[in-house]
């Protein structure tokens, strides 16, 4: 397994919920063209606004295989993307 500083990252910090899903949704499609197999989204804490965003759109991208909040961090998600090998 790679590890977490080697994997592809999108920082989220600033940026409102509606903008965050474009870039999440623009972030995996090229992530999924550079054959990534795992990506790190970095939405912060706060009240959970952006993070609640970035489950929804990740929910509903058939890109993406399975999703979970980091243990050591809870204000990132690592992403497993569906690879067509």
Do not use: W
Request: glycine residues 6%; proline residues 1%; hydrophobic residues 40%.
């Amino acid at each position: 397994m790679k590890l977490y500083s080697n994997m592809p990252t999108i920082d989220l910090h600033g940026i409102d919920r509606d903008y965050a899903k474009i870039l999440v949704r623009d972030f995996i499609e090229d992530q999924i063209k550079l054959k990534e197999e795992k990506i790190i989204i970095v939405h912060g804490i706060g009240k959970g606004i952006v993070k609640n965003a970035v489950f929804e759109e990740l929910k509903h991208n058939s890109n993406v295989k399975n999703y979970k909040l980091d243990n050591f961090n809870n204000g990132c998600t690592i992403v497993e993307l569906k690879i067509k090998k």
